[in-house]
């Protein structure tokens, strides 16, 4: 795109309702926003975002993870495209506070497009951060000059994929660690990727962040950005990657994704799809690979593959033509442990995943916290009750003699709750923790 193509938008006329790739005559920012809707369905973009400066607009297109800036439209525009889009998605363009959920539909060079929106479970899941959590003392609709700004003491962070930071700051009125200007990308994927809580910790306290968002395209379909941003594309197959089998029936090949220990102990599927709590191992896949050329180069073939127990899978060690690994996310393949620094305390409604005995949620908001020590052997566990009414026990195993133990039994300020007290499982030993200890 030519920042000309956009920036010429300037006579007026009535708005058409063709598809918006063969008009030509339209009032400036009705074009306008036709006009980037159009090239980014062009160009194969995945987002599009609209920042305000002080004194000029930025838009952004992001394209295989990358933003790149195409058009820096003038700051007085900002009013008109808002209501420009709030308009084609049926929203109420008086509400500028409360988070909106809106479609826009549009034929784009014969087809249309797919809805441009943000989901409830997100919008939900914002709006409680902003009314359950400490205010950071920040002005959030203020202008503050870089070079006179400091952050004040009430100051924290929230981590979550640099994707949502901008969802963060003008809807949950909270900072964000990262945001799609890029900021703090490699820690943020250095937390979310760690495959121990000390790593976590280390990321955790650099960044600033109290309080950890994670959704499930966190953990699927944008998984890979993680390590890849953290550690170098050279790191991804530690997590996870595509092998193809041979179908019996067509002779195809096939691709299939598989999972690898290391993913299942990255601090994002340990909070997302475990709620931080110990999970016991199931075994393995020992998959036998081999190596086949292909036109420009060579892929990897399942030849053979080998379900593994548990205590089978601990003494086998990955190597170039022997993998094991998983192809479901929720069945990791040796034990997860528990983390003790975080504890749910809220959850979205929509199930996004039922299998076996989890029942996962779109969005989780975890606070980080002290967690109490607690001396004693064995495993404890602690039956929870969410915000949404979904029941589970969250384990750990001790660790040199010691528990630490993220949640409180009493003074609870939030709805994800302990329905009693914890309990060592050898012993029977039950303990009560206040909120005091925890936090």
């Not at 029936?249 to 990255?266: A, H, L």
């Not at 931080?276 to 180069?297: A, N, V």
């Amino acid at each position: 795109m030519q920042d000309d193509d956009l920036g010429s938008i300037a006579h007026e006329i009535e708005e058409s309702t063709k598809d918006i790739l063969d008009v030509t005559d339209e009032a400036p920012i009705i074009r306008l926003v036709n006009s980037i809707l159009a090239q980014a369905v062009k160009d194969r973009v995945s987002d599009i975002h609209i920042e305000p400066y002080e004194k000029h607009l930025s838009v952004r297109f992001r394209k295989d993870g990358i933003l790149r800036e195409v058009l820096r439209p003038p700051r007085r525009f900002q009013a008109s495209i808002a209501s420009r889009i709030k308009i084609m998605g049926n929203l109420n363009i008086a509400e500028k506070r409360l988070p909106q959920d809106g479609r826009i539909r549009r034929v784009v060079a014969g087809k249309e497009m797919s809805q441009i929106s943000m989901s409830n479970d997100w919008a939900d899941s914002l709006v409680w951060l902003s009314d359950n959590t400490p205010d950071p003392g920040v002005g959030f609709d203020k202008i503050y000059q870089k070079t006179e700004f400091s952050y004040p003491d009430e100051a924290y962070g929230i981590l979550s994929w640099w994707d949502y930071g901008h969802w963060i700051t003008f809807l949950g009125k909270r900072i964000p660690v990262s945001s799609p200007f890029q900021d703090n990308v490699p820690p943020v994927a250095r937390f979310l990727s760690a495959k121990s809580e000390e790593d976590a910790e280390k990321y955790a306290e650099q960044t600033g962040a109290e309080y950890v968002i994670i959704d499930y395209a966190t953990v699927t379909s944008k998984f890979t950005a993680l390590p890849l941003w953290g550690y170098g594309k050279d790191s991804i197959p530690q997590y996870e990657e595509r092998y193809f089998i041979k179908s019996g029936q067509t002779g195809r090949y096939d691709p299939v994704k598989i999972f690898k220990q290391p993913y299942f102990e990255s601090t994002a599927v340990k909070l997302h799809l475990y709620d931080g709590s110990y999970t016991q191992g199931l075994g393995g896949r020992l998959l036998e690979i081999e190596e086949r050329p292909m036109s420009g180069g060579t892929f990897k073939l399942i030849g053979k593959a080998t379900q593994l127990s548990l205590d089978d899978t601990e003494k086998i060690a990955n190597s170039e033509n022997r993998v094991i690994g998983s192809n479901q996310i929720t069945e990791p393949i040796t034990d997860i442990p528990a983390l003790g620094h975080y504890r749910l305390i809220y959850e979205s409604p929509t199930t996004v995943l039922s299998a076996r005995s989890y029942e996962i949620k779109e969005v989780k908001i975890f606070e980080r916290v002290r967690g109490f020590t607690y001396p004693g052997e064995g495993t404890i566990e602690l039956p929870i009750v969410t915000n949404q009414g979904r029941n589970f026990t969250w384990q750990q195993k001790s660790v040199n003699g010691t528990f630490t133990l993220p949640y409180s039994t009493k003074d609870n300020p939030y709805d994800v709750k302990s329905t009693g007290p914890y309990r060592i499982i050898e012993t029977g030993k039950t303990i009560e923790v206040s909120e005091d200890q925890v936090n």
